[in-house]
């Protein structure tokens, strides 16, 4: 799988792009199965690093999603409330949520595509 | 006195297990089984997919680690009304049914289907969790009776082909008429070239389909498996695992050891009466739920729909409209062919009847969900031309 550069990874398997614009990563999609329920902060949401904002629901499993950095949320996907799938079909364009970042510099502590690539394989090998 | 059995190791494999992980299936640890839970997107699987094909067509299962316990001799038949609720005398050579084996708190051991295989001979099909358990029980509550008590548990590789689409597929393989065979009925004969084999029209997903009993070695089982899965090519066969056995056991509403049924629910509770053949003289359990009948359940379950957004799972709380704790979901999910969130849950019988509403706690919320009519699915009855 090919990790597009132009964003920013969490080893809980969300990305991030610098506009603020967050989704979860093809391989969270690909571990979690059909996705049928995602569950959503509403805009205005403050959201915080490291924390639950919130679910990913496979047929299996009920998955957080945690913030890969802090910040309020200006937009939501809503189309995913209707067409969770998409998410399994598109992981990396199928957004969730959009936030106005409280401080842009929390994406340095994040991982690149190529390290977390990397990260995702050793995790396969245990 | 009851002996120990010793503690199984770690985490045992199937003879399939090299053929799930070659088809690239995801694996998980289920009662200490090394079990596929799905099969790539990539091979057209998946949950919903493999869940979809069994409805539609038909889906094969590694089932294997399903133990059997075997009862031979003058008094198996006694052997087993003694040790299981259901009337095993009603049995003819070669049928099945639905059974229970209980406590003497009319609790369950674990729930069964008993074969009868000859003239006095059962075989008994058990849960994978319970393998251990339930010999030590039935050989140590058989001890009485002349009948002699196998655990032959690792003596088969056992497919489950299931789906309307199922009879056709196996029968491509198999020399028996396989239309003479009706539901929970058995038959044996050649499969792939091996001689003698046992077919049951039995299963676990509220479908019609079989139940193979092939040689376990890995070789036999790899070569069943792959014939089976191009025999079903034109049917569009899928291989399935954990997941959608759960899914479509659960829109069935076909219990689950550990779930609906454990060591403290009883037979009333559960709902499982039918099964239950109290006009047998003695079964062990039979005078505990004499008494529970006369005092009545506390409890009973109930299949549920989520009424509002979000999906019931196993543990949940039920909450009256007040949002005082009054269940608990046994087994929740969504249910891929009815396109609903279904769940089954214990509530007390005032709340039971269908039409009810509750609240399931949902991460803090209280999600709307209405008693339903169960099962939740029963599948359509065969057209007369097609048998």
Redesign the interface.
């Known amino acids: 799988m090919h990790y597009p550069t132009d964003r920013k990874y969490t080893r809980e398997h969300e990305w991030i792009i610098a506009d603020g614009t967050i989704g979860i990563t093809h391989h969270a999609q690909d571990s979690l199965g059909d996705i049928v329920f995602v569950e959503l902060p509403k805009v205005g949401t403050v959201i915080t690093v490291g924390k639950p904002f919130g679910t990913v629901e496979s047929v299996k499993a009920v998955s957080d999603l945690f913030a890969p950095a802090s910040g309020t949320v200006t937009a939501v996907n809503e189309e995913l409330a209707t067409a969770p799938e998409k998410v399994n079909k598109d992981a990396h364009g199928a957004w969730m949520v959009k936030i106005q970042m409280k401080d842009p510099a929390e994406m340095n502590a994040l991982l690149s595509a190529p390290d977390y690539e990397k990260f995702v394989s050793e995790e396969a090998g245990h | 006195m009851s002996v120990v059995e010793a503690t199984p190791p770690v985490v045992r494999k199937t003879a399939l297990n090299a053929v799930h992980r070659q088809m690239g299936a995801?694996m998980v640890e289920f009662n200490g089984w090394d079990m596929p839970?799905?099969y790539p997107?990539s091979i057209g699987c998946?949950?919903?997919a493999e869940h979809m094909a069994v409805r539609t067509g038909v889906g094969i299962f590694d089932v294997s680690h399903m133990g059997d316990i075997r009862l031979a001799g003058r008094e198996a038949l006694a052997a087993v009304q003694h040790i299981s609720m259901n009337d095993a005398s009603r049995l003819a050579i070669g049928q099945a049914q639905y059974s229970a084996l209980l406590y003497p708190q009319g609790t369950f051991v674990d729930d069964v289907i008993v074969h009868r295989l000859g003239e006095d001979e059962y075989l008994l099909v058990i849960n994978a969790g319970t393998r251990e358990k339930d010999f030590s029980w039935v050989r140590d509550n058989t001890r009485q009776f002349d009948c002699k008590v196998e655990h032959l548990s690792d003596d088969f590789t056992q497919i489950a082909i299931q789906g309307p689409k199922g009879v056709d597929v196996l029968q491509k393989l198999t020399d028996a008429d396989l239309s003479a065979v009706k539901f929970y009925w058995l038959t044996r004969g050649t499969v792939c070239g091996l001689k003698n084999i046992l077919m049951g029209r039995t299963g676990y997903t509220a479908e019609d389909g079989f139940e193979i009993y092939i040689p376990p070695d890995e070789a036999t089982s790899a070569r069943v498996w792959y014939a089976i899965l191009e025999a079903g090519k034109e049917f569009g066969v899928v291989p399935c695992g954990l997941?959608a056995r759960?899914?479509l056991r659960l829109e069935g509403k076909l219990p689950l050891y550990g779930h609906e049924i454990t060591d403290t629910i009883n037979v009333w509770e559960a709902g499982l009466d039918r099964f239950c053949k109290m006009e047998k003289p003695e079964f062990i359990g039979r005078e505990a739920l004499e008494k529970a009948k006369a005092e009545g359940v506390k409890k009973t379950l109930v299949g549920l729909e989520t009424v509002d957004?979000?999906?019931a799972?196993d543990g949940y709380k039920i909450l009256d409209e007040s949002g005082r704790e009054i269940g608990y979901v046994t087994s929740g999910?969504?249910a891929?062919f009815l396109k609903k969130n279904i769940a089954l849950a214990y509530v007390p019988p005032a709340q039971a009847a269908v039409g009810t509403t509750v609240k399931v706690e949902i991460?803090g919320q209280g999600v709307t969900a209405k008693v339903v009519p169960t099962p939740f699915y029963k599948r359509p009855k065969k057209a007369a031309k097609s048998e």
């Open positions: 995801k839970v799905e997107a998946g949950i919903i997941g759960n899914t957004r979000g999906i799972r999910s969504p891929p991460r």
